[in-house]
């Protein structure tokens, strides 16, 4: 299994303006109880290892957070169901300013330093690991801007897009793209597919093993599956906790320890061909969150290597991170095997 190391220069505030993120926030909160009343959420247990012993709790928005005691993954519980959550993403005020407002604030930065090495991701590994492979699908991309860079790849012949939650724009401006708009295991019955991509999609479906069980029906034998998430073995979310913004419902409902998502993987009988964690910010998110909020003590290690490291020291810690899979950006290159 690869671990790749990826270096590059971008910081927060470019993918995330803070402005924007204040007002995603609040939206997030004033929608949480009119999309999820508390008497229609499910009680779960660990979506990664089925374990259901608590190591550490907590609430953020209304909703309540497990750590798993044996693989340390983090996940809601209770939760709402996939149709409350697909209405979800359809129609409150947080996910429309998402989509139509608040991505476009970054699209160029966005599309330079994420999507673009997707798709260089993509094509590199499709081509050494299934160079016959002539069909793409991508499921429930919150970023349109991804289907602009996807649309030009020339590599597959085949391209569709399953998503429930995009607009009518957007479908008009992908006309070579075949679209199902319905939700992601729906989508995918019946389809035979070569490749599929699935960003950031694990941590906010009700059900990750069906998803990814649904992935593993829908590929042809050596077929490859993309996947980004978010992961709470990473540094930044293992020293801000709770603190994090980057821990908010319903977007992260399940936040997987790397050893957790291995576990998973393996029970849907993907090969990983690749796990890293190729994340830039781990470092400059917790050094962000001390100065804002101060009151948030953080180990005094981190608190010295922040104020007595230059910036040299700095990069070579999340290198670091990155070299042994403590970022809490992960991405992953599954293969269902032949
Ligand atoms: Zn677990």
Same mark, same amino acid.
């Given at each position: 299994?690869?671990?790749?190391?990826?270096?590059?220069?971008?910081?927060?505030?470019?993918?995330?303006?803070?402005?924007?993120?204040?007002?995603?926030?609040?939206?997030?909160?004033?929608?949480?109880?009119?999309?999820?009343?508390?008497?229609?959420?499910?009680?779960?247990?660990?979506?990664?290892?089925?374990?259901?012993?608590?190591?550490?709790?907590?609430?953020?928005?209304?909703?309540?957070?497990?750590?798993?005691?044996?693989?340390?993954?983090?996940?809601?519980?209770?939760?709402?169901?996939?149709?409350?959550?697909?209405?979800?993403?359809?129609?409150?005020?947080?996910?429309?300013?998402?989509?139509?407002?608040?991505?476009?604030?970054?699209?160029?930065?966005?599309?330079?330093?994420?999507?673009?090495?997707?798709?260089?991701?993509?094509?590199?590994?499709?081509?050494?690991?299934?160079?016959?492979?002539?069909?793409?699908?991508?499921?429930?991309?919150?970023?349109?801007?991804?289907?602009?860079?996807?649309?030009?790849?020339?590599?597959?012949?085949?391209?569709?897009?399953?998503?429930?939650? #995009?607009?009518?724009? &957007?479908? @008009?401006?992908?006309?070579?793209?075949?679209? $199902?708009?319905? *939700?992601?295991?729906?989508? %995918? =019955?019946?389809?035979?597919?070569?490749?599929?991509?699935?960003?950031?999609?694990?941590?906010?479906?009700?059900?990750?093993?069906?998803?990814?069980?649904?992935?593993?029906?829908?590929?042809?034998?050596?077929?490859?599956?993309?996947?980004?998430?978010?992961?709470?073995?990473?540094?930044?979310?293992?020293?801000?906790?709770?603190?994090?913004?980057?821990?908010?419902?319903?977007?992260?409902?399940?936040?997987?320890?790397?050893?957790? #998502?291995?576990?998973? &993987?393996? @029970?849907?009988?993907?090969?990983?061909?690749? $796990?890293?964690? *190729?994340?830039?910010?781990? %470092? =400059?998110?917790?050094?962000?969150?001390?100065?804002?909020?101060?009151?948030?003590?953080?180990?005094?290690?981190?608190?010295?290597?922040?104020?007595?490291?230059?910036?040299?020291?700095?990069?070579?810690?999340?290198?670091?991170?990155?070299?042994?899979?403590?970022?809490?950006?992960?991405?992953?290159?599954?293969?269902?095997?032949?």
């Amino acid at each position: 299994m690869h671990n790749i190391v990826y270096m590059d220069e971008f910081h927060e505030g470019d993918l995330k303006p803070l402005e924007g993120l204040r007002k995603y926030f609040q939206l997030i909160k004033e929608g949480i109880p009119e999309f999820f009343p508390k008497s229609e959420l499910n009680e779960c247990s660990c979506p990664a290892c089925s374990q259901s012993k608590i190591a550490a709790e907590f609430t953020k928005y209304g909703m309540r957070y497990i750590e798993c005691e044996s693989c340390n993954s983090l996940w809601v519980s209770p939760r709402p169901s996939e149709i409350a959550l697909i209405r979800y993403f359809e129609e409150s005020k947080a996910e429309i300013f998402w989509r139509n407002e608040f991505i476009h604030m970054t699209d160029r930065k966005r599309k330079e330093k994420i999507l673009q090495p997707w798709i260089r991701w993509i094509t590199e590994s499709t081509q050494e690991y299934y160079a016959n492979a002539r069909s793409i699908a991508d499921i429930h991309t919150k970023q349109p801007v991804y289907l602009d860079e996807l649309q030009k790849i020339e590599r597959f012949q085949e391209k569709v897009l399953i998503s429930p939650f #995009l607009s009518q724009t &957007v479908l @008009k401006e992908h006309p070579s793209m075949r679209v $199902f708009q319905e *939700p992601a295991i729906e989508g %995918l =019955e019946n389809q035979q597919l070569d490749v599929i991509t699935v960003f950031d999609g694990l941590g906010m479906t009700a059900d990750p093993f069906a998803l990814l069980s649904a992935i593993f029906s829908a590929l042809a034998p050596g077929g490859l599956c993309f996947l980004t998430t978010t992961l709470i073995s990473g540094f930044d979310l293992q020293t801000l906790w709770d603190a994090a913004e980057n821990i908010h419902p319903p977007t992260r409902l399940n936040i997987f320890s790397d050893t957790g #998502l291995l576990t998973l &993987v393996q @029970k849907t009988g993907f090969e990983c061909i690749e $796990f890293s964690t *190729p994340g830039v910010l781990d %470092l =400059e998110i917790v050094a962000a969150e001390q100065q804002k909020n101060s009151s948030n003590s953080i180990p005094r290690f981190i608190a010295y290597l922040l104020k007595h490291r230059d910036e040299n020291t700095h990069k070579a810690f999340q290198e670091f991170l990155q070299a042994h899979r403590l970022s809490s950006y992960g991405r992953l290159l599954l293969r269902k095997p032949t």
